[in-house]
């Protein structure tokens, strides 16, 4: 109708210019001319018809640059011009409208994607996260299809790229879901209520209900974090036009850098030879608080496969990434993405965005796991294994990939993984009791009587110690919190703590871990008396006649040449201290072995000032980026008849061992035998000290001075 | 009309319920509570230190009856509720004004 009028154009906005149109859509256009006489009429004679035929319409009628003017002052108009097409008339000034719209939106990036940000967190915060919605908003939810609009957006501010294969496959399932959706109900509403979930899953060939919300929460978590992405490259953007200082590199680990906000794999990194590098860069990123860059991502999808069982440092580095808490849950995610996880666990895929019917579950079962995982990391301190704590909330519930009782089937898959993981059977085995019984104790504590021995004697047999009772008082606080608010509140976790101590007072403790037996070489080493230094692999001993403060004072000088502790044993050998060090470089190269043991020597004979050496590397220590639970010092007693043991519980930091040990030493105490040990990225310390005239701490002042000691040497980290 | 409240242990909450749908109750209402009563809570002793603690977790249910049933309602709450020991809670009843079905609009017993 329009013909080749000069000076009119119609064209088409939003969705409709996306060539998107849905059953319930409106049609959104605008009518451009150049400033000419009669468009009232001309418009009239288009939307009458319209209107008449009883579609809806959202129309306008504009100048180039009115329409460039309104687009400035309102952001959503401003994303609408960014898709307008051309409809009829003269196909000039369609194209004077968009290369203008862009030009503006170009122009103004910074503050309009610091809007689209605003715009989408309220989205976020009013609709909720597709991914794990029973009934999402499939436009509006964080994940959805106006998250997909937001990145195209951002690239079309140069800022980002474009949305990629994965993002786009994605973007057409909630498309085809909210069409189909839209066709069965005759309305407009983009929310998918659950009575609509079998008809959609249907009409688009899938099983059935749970198979679609599977298939649209993989899509959401894939937008959400495509999403993300591009609002942080559009954050960095717009920082580097204000601080023009040279990009920051900074170690993190052996062959993971931190870099300009991100965490990147360093130049010498070579992932084809190193299969631990996928964990230690997340483990790294987690506790760093730093999301893992895409480029990191891809590189590191070129390890190969660890070893079954995996080694050591694979083990500690998962430990450690599930210790970070919540800052572990967007590395996860990232890894996630590229399918790294279930590269690492093969028996996640069960679990991978399966939906919870259950209306008190606010996440998907690997999400869930996930999450419990963080909340137990704050829980670290009240167990004697942080490390199976973390590992038990990880896979407590991947029962429910399997038919059946999730509990039953959760034993087998929870000891087939922590045994893979490299966990002794001993280890495997308590992990597998705690996917086992992870119900048992709210369960007791909210539906039998607690008063009434017959029940607290079930538990106590079912659960057989206190290290199983601790970590499934843990676990039972971690997944419930990781539930949501209905499954978890103070007056349940009052009676679950009820019923523990009932039942910890039936049962027998382990006593906190004594030093280690020697080995013959270090007894030998141990009976000529020193003073030595002996440095063998990974391994430093340390033999000097008594002299107080050996072990704080060693570790100081392994502090001071980047060496982190994960393992110490101190004791006496006669009137011999000894002190054995497992030690792992910071990161890159070893330092050179005939160093550290001169400088051992020169410690042992009083000729080197630790203390000034450390407190010039303190200074340039890395930030750590994600909250840890504050650490936790008990005094035990029941343990040992000489001596009082100090059970030290904290995150691990370079120089914590010789930190605890000065304290201690100047409490004026007397250290019996020490042994350390370093679980993921947790130091579990456990000290036998006497007092001075060699008997147990007894004096209340004394035992509050001591527990105040070494908290104040931890905080001060 | 009375509305009948009990405030009970949290492990009796399940005993409590089937009594009242076999004596025949068409609906109630369960919430999660806390309180004490003449024991004023207890004295506990963990890891070497006393702590004092009043407010103990309970069940509060509620449920709308005609005025004849009272009784025998307390009654079988009772029943169910009772072990005998410290703790075990209250019932009591207070008169009600009016009630109404939000859907339908029903007023008074009708409404029960």
Redesign the interface.
Same mark, same amino acid.
């Given at each position: 109708m329009l013909g080749a009028e000069p000076g009119v154009a119609l064209v088409a906005v939003g969705g409709y210019g996306r060539r998107e149109l849905l059953p319930g859509s409106d049609l959104d256009v605008l009518l451009l001319h150049a400033g000419r006489e009669g468009i009232a009429s001309i418009a009239d004679r288009i939307w009458y018809p319209v209107w008449d035929s009883g579609a809806r319409l959202d129309h306008a009628v504009r100048t180039v640059p009115q329409a460039r003017r309104v687009a400035r002052a309102d952001i959503k108009v401003a994303l609408g011009l960014l898709t307008s097409r051309h409809v009829a008339g003269d196909p000039t000034l369609t194209t004077q409208l968009r290369e203008g719209a862009l030009e503006d939106w170009r122009a103004g990036a910074r503050t309009r994607l610091a809007e689209l940000r605003d715009l989408h967190n309220e989205r976020a915060r009013i609709f909720g996260e597709l991914a794990f919605l029973l009934e999402p908003d499939l436009k509006e939810a964080r994940g959805g299809l106006r998250d997909v609009h937001a990145i195209q957006a951002i690239a079309a501010a140069w800022v980002a790229s474009a949305p990629g294969p994965r993002v786009r496959a994605a973007y057409e399932s909630i498309l085809d879901a909210r069409h189909i959706l839209h066709e069965i109900t005759g309305r407009a509403s983009d929310r998918l209520v659950l009575e609509e979930h079998d008809e959609v899953a249907r009409a688009a060939g899938l099983l059935d209900g749970d198979a679609l919300l599977r298939e649209l929460a993989g899509a959401g978590r894939t937008v959400a974090y495509a999403v993300d992405h591009a609002f942080r490259q559009a954050e960095r953007a717009a920082g580097r036009r204000l601080r023009r200082r040279k990009l920051e590199r900074r170690p993190l680990a052996d062959g993971v850098v931190e870099q300009d906000g991100e965490v990147v794999l360093a130049r010498a990194a070579d992932p084809v030879s190193d299969p631990v590098l996928i964990l230690r860069a997340a483990a790294a990123a987690a506790q760093a608080g730093r999301p893992l860059a895409p480029r990191a991502l891809a590189r590191l999808a070129d390890c190969p496969p660890l070893p079954v069982p995996w080694p050591p440092d694979a083990r500690d580095a998962l430990v450690s990434l599930l210790g970070a808490g919540h800052a572990a849950i967007g590395v996860w995610e990232a890894l996630d993405q590229e399918g790294l996880v279930t590269a690492l666990i093969p028996d996640w895929e069960r679990v991978r965005n399966r939906p919870q019917r259950n209306p008190l579950h606010t996440f998907t079962v690997d999400r869930h796991l996930v999450e419990a995982a963080a909340y137990a990391a704050a829980l670290t301190r009240d167990v004697a294994r942080p490390d199976l704590l973390l590992l038990a909330a990880l896979l407590h519930d991947l029962g429910k990939g399997w038919p059946g009782d999730h509990s039953v089937s959760g034993e087998v898959v929870a000891r087939d993984v922590a045994r893979r993981v490299g966990f002794s059977d001993a280890d495997a085995e308590l992990v597998a009791q705690a996917a086992r019984h992870h119900l048992l104790l709210p369960m007791i504590a909210t539906r039998r009587d607690l008063d009434d021995p017959v029940t607290v004697e079930q538990v106590a047999r079912t659960v057989g110690g206190r290290s199983l009772l601790e970590l499934l008082h843990a676990l039972a606080a971690a997944d419930g919190m990781a539930t949501g608010p209905a499954a978890w509140n103070d007056w349940k976790a009052g009676l679950v703590s009820d019923l523990v101590k009932r039942v910890a007072a039936v049962l027998a403790g382990d006593p906190p871990a004594g030093a280690r037996p020697l080995r013959e070489d270090q007894l030998a080493l141990a009976n000529e008396g020193g003073p030595a230094a002996v440095i063998k692999g990974d391994e430093v001993t340390v033999v000097s006649p008594d002299r107080p403060g050996l072990l704080w004072r060693a570790a100081g000088v392994l502090a001071s040449h980047r060496l982190t502790v994960r393992g110490a044993n101190a004791t006496f050998v006669g009137r011999t201290a000894v002190a054995v060090f497992n030690v792992v470089p910071e990161y890159g190269d070893p330092p050179d072995t005939a160093l550290v043991a001169s400088d051992l020597r020169r410690m042992l004979e009083g000729r080197l000032d630790v203390e000034e050496r450390l407190e010039r590397r303190a200074r340039a220590a890395r930030p750590r980026g994600a909250m840890v639970a504050p650490p936790k010092v008990t005094l035990v007693d029941d343990a040992s008849l000489t001596a009082t043991v100090v059970e030290v519980r904290a995150h691990d930091e370079p120089g914590l061992l010789w930190r605890v040990g000065r304290a201690l030493g100047g409490c004026g105490l007397d250290l019996r035998s020490a042994r350390v040990e370093t679980l993921g990225a947790e130091a579990v310390d456990v000290f036998y000290v006497a007092d001075e005239s060699g008997k147990p701490l007894t004096d209340k002042t004394m035992r509050k001075a001591t527990v105040e000691a070494v908290l104040g040497a931890l905080t001060s980290l | 009309m009375k509305l009948v409240t009990a405030v009970i242990?949290?492990?009796k909450l399940?005993d409590v319920k089937a009594a009242l749908q076999a004596f025949g109750v068409h609906g109630m209402t369960v919430v %999660?509570a806390?309180g004490y009563g003449r024991q004023r809570g207890h004295t %506990?002793v963990?890891r070497g230190a006393e702590y004092q603690i009043d407010l103990v977790?309970k069940v509060r249910v509620e449920v709308l009856c005609d005025d004849e049933d009272v009784d025998d309602l307390i009654g079988v709450i009772l029943k169910a509720a009772q072990?005998g020991?410290i703790g075990d809670g209250k019932v009591w009843a207070v008169p009600v004004d009016s009630v109404v079905r939000v859907r339908t609009g029903e007023r008074g017993p009708d409404a029960i």
């Amino acid at each position: 109708m329009l013909g080749a009028e000069p000076g009119v154009a119609l064209v088409a906005v939003g969705g409709y210019g996306r060539r998107e149109l849905l059953p319930g859509s409106d049609l959104d256009v605008l009518l451009l001319h150049a400033g000419r006489e009669g468009i009232a009429s001309i418009a009239d004679r288009i939307w009458y018809p319209v209107w008449d035929s009883g579609a809806r319409l959202d129309h306008a009628v504009r100048t180039v640059p009115q329409a460039r003017r309104v687009a400035r002052a309102d952001i959503k108009v401003a994303l609408g011009l960014l898709t307008s097409r051309h409809v009829a008339g003269d196909p000039t000034l369609t194209t004077q409208l968009r290369e203008g719209a862009l030009e503006d939106w170009r122009a103004g990036a910074r503050t309009r994607l610091a809007e689209l940000r605003d715009l989408h967190n309220e989205r976020a915060r009013i609709f909720g996260e597709l991914a794990f919605l029973l009934e999402p908003d499939l436009k509006e939810a964080r994940g959805g299809l106006r998250d997909v609009h937001a990145i195209q957006a951002i690239a079309a501010a140069w800022v980002a790229s474009a949305p990629g294969p994965r993002v786009r496959a994605a973007y057409e399932s909630i498309l085809d879901a909210r069409h189909i959706l839209h066709e069965i109900t005759g309305r407009a509403s983009d929310r998918l209520v659950l009575e609509e979930h079998d008809e959609v899953a249907r009409a688009a060939g899938l099983l059935d209900g749970d198979a679609l919300l599977r298939e649209l929460a993989g899509a959401g978590r894939t937008v959400a974090y495509a999403v993300d992405h591009a609002f942080r490259q559009a954050e960095r953007a717009a920082g580097r036009r204000l601080r023009r200082r040279k990009l920051e590199r900074r170690p993190l680990a052996d062959g993971v850098v931190e870099q300009d906000g991100e965490v990147v794999l360093a130049r010498a990194a070579d992932p084809v030879s190193d299969p631990v590098l996928i964990l230690r860069a997340a483990a790294a990123a987690a506790q760093a608080g730093r999301p893992l860059a895409p480029r990191a991502l891809a590189r590191l999808a070129d390890c190969p496969p660890l070893p079954v069982p995996w080694p050591p440092d694979a083990r500690d580095a998962l430990v450690s990434l599930l210790g970070a808490g919540h800052a572990a849950i967007g590395v996860w995610e990232a890894l996630d993405q590229e399918g790294l996880v279930t590269a690492l666990i093969p028996d996640w895929e069960r679990v991978r965005n399966r939906p919870q019917r259950n209306p008190l579950h606010t996440f998907t079962v690997d999400r869930h796991l996930v999450e419990a995982a963080a909340y137990a990391a704050a829980l670290t301190r009240d167990v004697a294994r942080p490390d199976l704590l973390l590992l038990a909330a990880l896979l407590h519930d991947l029962g429910k990939g399997w038919p059946g009782d999730h509990s039953v089937s959760g034993e087998v898959v929870a000891r087939d993984v922590a045994r893979r993981v490299g966990f002794s059977d001993a280890d495997a085995e308590l992990v597998a009791q705690a996917a086992r019984h992870h119900l048992l104790l709210p369960m007791i504590a909210t539906r039998r009587d607690l008063d009434d021995p017959v029940t607290v004697e079930q538990v106590a047999r079912t659960v057989g110690g206190r290290s199983l009772l601790e970590l499934l008082h843990a676990l039972a606080a971690a997944d419930g919190m990781a539930t949501g608010p209905a499954a978890w509140n103070d007056w349940k976790a009052g009676l679950v703590s009820d019923l523990v101590k009932r039942v910890a007072a039936v049962l027998a403790g382990d006593p906190p871990a004594g030093a280690r037996p020697l080995r013959e070489d270090q007894l030998a080493l141990a009976n000529e008396g020193g003073p030595a230094a002996v440095i063998k692999g990974d391994e430093v001993t340390v033999v000097s006649p008594d002299r107080p403060g050996l072990l704080w004072r060693a570790a100081g000088v392994l502090a001071s040449h980047r060496l982190t502790v994960r393992g110490a044993n101190a004791t006496f050998v006669g009137r011999t201290a000894v002190a054995v060090f497992n030690v792992v470089p910071e990161y890159g190269d070893p330092p050179d072995t005939a160093l550290v043991a001169s400088d051992l020597r020169r410690m042992l004979e009083g000729r080197l000032d630790v203390e000034e050496r450390l407190e010039r590397r303190a200074r340039a220590a890395r930030p750590r980026g994600a909250m840890v639970a504050p650490p936790k010092v008990t005094l035990v007693d029941d343990a040992s008849l000489t001596a009082t043991v100090v059970e030290v519980r904290a995150h691990d930091e370079p120089g914590l061992l010789w930190r605890v040990g000065r304290a201690l030493g100047g409490c004026g105490l007397d250290l019996r035998s020490a042994r350390v040990e370093t679980l993921g990225a947790e130091a579990v310390d456990v000290f036998y000290v006497a007092d001075e005239s060699g008997k147990p701490l007894t004096d209340k002042t004394m035992r509050k001075a001591t527990v105040e000691a070494v908290l104040g040497a931890l905080t001060s980290l | 009309m009375k509305l009948v409240t009990a405030v009970i242990k949290p492990f009796k909450l399940d005993d409590v319920k089937a009594a009242l749908q076999a004596f025949g109750v068409h609906g109630m209402t369960v919430v %999660e509570a806390s309180g004490y009563g003449r024991q004023r809570g207890h004295t %506990e002793v963990y890891r070497g230190a006393e702590y004092q603690i009043d407010l103990v977790p309970k069940v509060r249910v509620e449920v709308l009856c005609d005025d004849e049933d009272v009784d025998d309602l307390i009654g079988v709450i009772l029943k169910a509720a009772q072990t005998g020991r410290i703790g075990d809670g209250k019932v009591w009843a207070v008169p009600v004004d009016s009630v109404v079905r939000v859907r339908t609009g029903e007023r008074g017993p009708d409404a029960i």
